[in-house]
């Protein structure tokens, strides 16, 4: 079985192309003019998000997931890259996410001949690739050491897009960052040491093939789990980032929001769904179920106080990164054959796919609104509406998709998480799910309620906008709209190349 | 290897242990970022000597060790050295931005 699995498919090299061309890309930035950054970083933007397409692409067409041995050396001496149906989709998402962020970030790290900085559109662009590439290595790495070298990447390539204003707040809320990151990947370092120690090889393949009910893998999984909670921002370890998120400049936000937190949610995913056998996670499944009910709670509650919208936008991150916890008491505890083929695996999908695009959306429409008024505080808003209605349209259609209200991605996801939650008899994951649309509600209203209303003095425009941003963010907007006029139901791509879990 | 009752796996190993332990401690409790970028290299450190331990007792075939572990842990020294280096790069320049502002905003 191992071998069927293991031997590089056609298209394999689709994977190669995921991690390399952005780090071609990098070196790129270093040999052209700097006028030129952007243009190069732009290209091989859309080049990689050909590739992440094609892949989704090969993926579906092949109803297989897609496998490159490196250097033509099988696990466990070699490094296997692999993308399944759920992968696939993370990759698409990141390169569709990236894109459009370079789109809106054009101009604003752009070459300025008078100014004497030069080193800010360096950093943004060269971290902005950096963080597609680790992503990208991250959904198709197959090593657990070479998906924690992924997420170090991830990690630097985050850290300093925190701190480019170079304010006192912001370099303490990136070190804060890199404390709680760091911390994290030692202790799933730690986590690598052990299961190596217990199995002699580091392939989640072969390992899913030699799991048991054993403590070693328990308390490997039990120490990395700690970790990326800390890298992912779940309540109560969410601290970070409010400050992190709501200090960086938008278009940075934007990825660290939608996508960067993503990145080590996805390593809980597989770590919990491929490595441990089926029945033995219940507890500790209920135990993040309870942590993301907390994280929904507390984050909508926090983001309902808070005076600047930016701060509130970073809250409600926390907040909907708790949906994406409740996926493992509902999928684990799902009636279907596999945890794949469960309404709560789809709906987990969706939330992370509608909250992606609708963050980023949001978080740039921040940034509009910043330059349109000069701040950012919310009892400033009236008449926004008058000055920017392309922004507010964007913030009104992102804010649905967060709320959950149909049509839209954001309703999907929770309608597919209630049904599961209510098939399952787990009525209190219901309660907190439909209590965290209220509250969700509650801080979008928050926004949107002042700017629709009328000023009371007639504002103006401080700061004229290009509309190309402006659309950029609207077309994110849209995606998370678009993303609920999918079929409610699972998705047969999603249990694409998932390891099925054989009962010991 | 004389030391009895331990054979020299298990005393690193028990080193390691305590390490990971002193490193985890310091960087929950202590408030400096200078403190916690300390604790997070001592916490690497133990974790390194953990990898040594597990590639001392996963050696068969006549080797002296597995060098599997052995290239993880270099590995792993050059991600604790540049993150080491991000971190005091950033502790500099907060250091800078508190001392040119008096020191009133001092944390």
Redesign the interface.
């Known amino acids: 079985m191992t071998a069927a699995l293991m031997a590089t498919t056609p298209g394999g090299l689709l994977l190669v192309l995921a991690v390399v061309v952005p780090v071609i890309g990098i070196l790129a930035l270093w040999l052209v003019r700097s006028r030129d950054i952007e243009r190069v970083a732009i290209a091989t933007l859309t080049v990689n998000l050909a590739i992440s397409l094609a892949t989704l692409q090969a993926v579906r067409a092949s109803d297989a997931p897609l496998v490159y041995l490196v250097g033509g050396w099988l696990p466990p001496l070699g490094l296997a890259l692999r993308v399944d149906g759920i992968a696939a989709v993370m990759t698409a998402m990141t390169g569709a996410i990236v894109a459009v962020t370079a789109l809106y970030a054009r101009g604003q790290f752009g070459f300025d001949p008078q100014g004497p900085e030069q080193r800010r559109p360096m950093v943004f662009w060269t971290m902005l690739l950096a963080i597609t590439g680790a992503l990208n290595l991250i959904f198709a790495g197959e090593d657990l050491?070479n998906l924690?070298?992924a997420l170090?990447l991830l990690?630097?390539a985050a850290?300093?897009l925190v701190?480019l204003d170079?304010?006192?707040d912001t370099?303490?809320a990136?070190?804060r960052y890199?404390?709680f990151a760091?911390?994290g990947s030692?202790l799933y370092?730690?986590g690598?040491?052990v299961i190596?120690?217990a199995y002699?090889t580091l392939d989640l393949v072969v390992l899913s093939e030699m799991r048991g009910a054993d403590g070693a893998l328990l308390l490997a999984i039990g120490l990395m789990t700690p970790g990326l909670i800390a890298k992912t921002a779940l309540f109560p370890l969410h601290l970070w980032l409010p400050p992190a998120h709501a200090g960086a400049p938008a278009a940075a936000s934007a990825i660290l929001s939608a996508l960067v937190v993503k990145g080590s949610f996805f390593l809980i995913l597989r770590l919990w769904f491929d490595l441990l056998p089926p029945g033995l996670g219940t507890i500790g499944a209920n135990g993040l179920g309870v942590l993301g009910a907390g994280a929904v709670i507390v984050g909508s509650v926090l983001a309902l106080r808070q005076a600047r919208l930016k701060l509130l936008v970073a809250y409600s991150t926390v907040a909907q990164i708790g949906y994406l916890f409740l996926v493992f008491p509902l999928a684990t505890g799902s009636e279907a054959a596999s945890p794949f083929a469960s309404l709560a695996w789809t709906g987990g999908v969706l939330q992370l796919l509608a909250h992606a695009f609708a963050k980023a959306a949001m978080f740039m429409a921040a940034g509009l609104v910043y330059e349109a008024i000069g701040n950012d505080r919310i009892d400033g808003f009236r008449g926004l509406g008058r000055l920017a209605p392309v922004t507010v349209l964007t913030m009104t259609l992102a804010g649905l998709s967060l709320m959950g209200l149909p049509p839209s991605g954001g309703f999907s996801a929770k309608w597919l998480m209630l049904s599961a939650a209510l098939g399952e008899g787990a009525w209190w994951w219901a309660v907190v799910i439909l209590a965290g649309g209220l509250l969700a509600a509650g801080y979008v209203f928050r926004i949107l309620v002042p700017a629709f209303s009328a000023p009371d003095t007639p504002a103006e425009r401080q700061h004229p906008v290009a509309l190309t941003r402006e659309l950029a963010a609207l077309s994110l907007a849209v995606i998370a709209i678009l993303i609920g006029f999918l079929p409610l139901s699972p998705w047969p791509l999603l249990a694409i190349g998932r390891l099925i879990q054989v009962s010991p | 290897m004389s030391l009895a009752p331990f054979d020299a796996a298990t005393l690193y190993g028990l080193l390691g242990a305590v390490l990971?332990g002193i490193?985890?401690y310091g960087?929950?409790l202590h408030e400096s970022?200078m403190r916690?970028?300390l604790a997070?290299n001592l916490?690497?450190g133990g974790?390194f000597i953990?990898?040594g331990?597990?590639a001392r007792?996963?050696a068969g075939a006549g080797f002296p060790g597995?060098p599997?572990?052995q290239a993880?842990v270099i590995?792993?020294v050059v991600?604790a050295f540049?993150?080491t280096a991000?971190?005091i790069t950033?502790?500099e320049?907060?250091a800078a931005?508190?001392e040119a502002?008096d020191g009133d905003?001092k944390?």
Do not use: M, N, Q, W
Request: hydrophobic share 60%; glycine share 10%.
């Open positions: 050491f924690y070298v170090e990690t630097f850290v300093p701190s170079r304010s006192r370099l303490a990136a070190l890199l404390v760091l911390a030692v370092l730690l690598v040491a190596y120690g002699g | 990971v490193g985890l960087i929950v970022f916690r970028l997070f916490l690497g974790v953990l990898f331990v597990v007792r996963g597995d599997v572990p993880l590995t792993g991600v540049c993150a991000l971190a950033l502790i320049r907060l931005k508190d502002s905003h944390s």
